[in-house]
């Protein structure tokens, strides 16, 4: 934990939070990271079922103004970095609007998505104009025929092409996730890799988490940090620590390769001390942890006229109860949640 001194204020039984996105144990809340929809166009294994998950109606999802609402509400609370995701966001017919929206709005510094990329290629030009900053763009692996047993769908080409898009429109910051399988793609860590030799973007390495209704995860797919570092450092032995941010494990850079390669602990969950984001569902909840089984409702709070004030309140303080971390989390309760896609990510 970053800041041992605030944890004496939460063992004191503290319960009136202060006027600031803060916790109990002293960590502050800058990025909302919002889900945009539940919908999507592919079905990764480890997230939903062939057979899609029980989609709420489009009634319960949030609308464009609500979510605007709710992003001007956080920015006067400091929030200053906002990520749209999903399901997948470029099924959402008003995301360029929603981004040029939110760019627009006085403390918001940084606009992200994540995104599969299979539909970026028509929508990559004009999120630039929006003023995106940087797009997250899932791909786990780059072999068509595996794409298709890890996506369910034939799209791998789109979703390059997509990827593509994004360097041509000059979006300035370009991630590419790879959710790291053993057996699956941890033969492919090399030519991952190799996609930051000449370009200045990110390849992520994420732990698979147990997030989906099949969990896919008990299936011995699972590989750690630890040995996704390991693997790294074997193929590559002349790559360097460098800096990342807050929840990105490490940070490595091959010597005289234009970009990074980031490995993300999200089952090993050893950052949560570093934990600065806030989580809102396709359907309108805070969650203050990805792995919290209470959400708040700020979606209904909103439809039954609550104030700007009520809504600082309800999120001030479902942010003042996020628990330790994420193991603390996961134990307090049973997830409320089938599948990542109506959580984010
Ligand atoms: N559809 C978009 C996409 O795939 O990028 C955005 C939503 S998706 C839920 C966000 C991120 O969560 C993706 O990078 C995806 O790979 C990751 N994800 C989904 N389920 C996961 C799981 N069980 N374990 C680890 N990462 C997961
Ligand atoms: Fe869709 Fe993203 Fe889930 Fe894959 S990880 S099924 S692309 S929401």
């Given at each position: 934990m970053k800041n041992k001194t605030n944890l004496s204020l939460a063992s004191s039984g503290a319960r009136i939070h202060p006027r600031?996105?803060?916790?109990r144990f002293g960590r502050t809340f800058n990025y909302l990271r919002i889900a945009l929809n539940e919908m999507c166009n592919l079905r990764c294994i480890y997230c939903m079922p062939e057979e899609g998950i029980q989609f709420k109606s489009k009634n319960e999802m949030m609308t464009m103004e609500e979510i605007m609402r709710i992003i001007t509400v956080v920015s006067e609370l400091g929030v200053n970095k906002i990520r749209f995701t999903g399901g997948e966001p470029l099924l959402r017919k008003d995301l360029v609007e929603l981004v040029e929206k939110t760019s627009l709005i006085s403390g918001i510094n940084s606009v992200n998505m994540t995104t599969n990329g299979v539909l970026l290629k028509q929508y990559a030009a004009d999120l630039q104009g929006s003023g995106l900053s940087g797009i997250n763009i899932s791909i786990d692996t780059l072999n068509p025929e595996k794409y298709i047993q890890i996506t369910r769908r034939d799209e791998v080409g789109r979703a390059l092409e997509g990827l593509e898009a994004a360097k041509t429109a000059g979006i300035l910051s370009i991630k590419i996730n790879v959710v790291a399988l053993r057996g699956f793609n941890d033969s492919e860590i090399v030519e991952f890799v190799e996609l930051t030799k000449n370009y200045p973007l990110t390849v992520r390495f994420i732990e698979l988490m147990p997030f989906d209704a099949h969990q896919i995860?008990?299936?011995?797919k699972f590989f750690s940090a630890e040995n996704i570092q390991k693997e790294l450092k074997n193929h590559f032995p002349d790559i360097k620590t460098t800096d990342g941010t807050a929840t990105e494990h490490a940070i490595f850079q091959v010597p005289d390769y234009a970009g990074k390669v980031a490995v993300i602990p999200s089952y090993s969950r050893n950052l949560c001390g570093n934990c600065n984001r806030i989580r809102l569902t396709a359907d309108g909840k805070i969650r203050n942890c990805l792995y919290a089984h209470n959400e708040f409702n700020l979606r209904d709070l909103m439809r039954s006229g609550g104030t700007k004030e009520e809504m600082k309140e309800l999120i001030l303080s479902a942010m003042w109860k996020k628990l330790f971390d994420g193991w603390t989390a996961q134990k307090?309760?049973?997830?409320?949640?089938?599948?990542m896609t109506q959580i984010g990510g």
């Open positions: 600031i996105l803060i916790d995860w008990k299936t011995g307090s309760g049973s997830n409320s949640r089938e599948s």
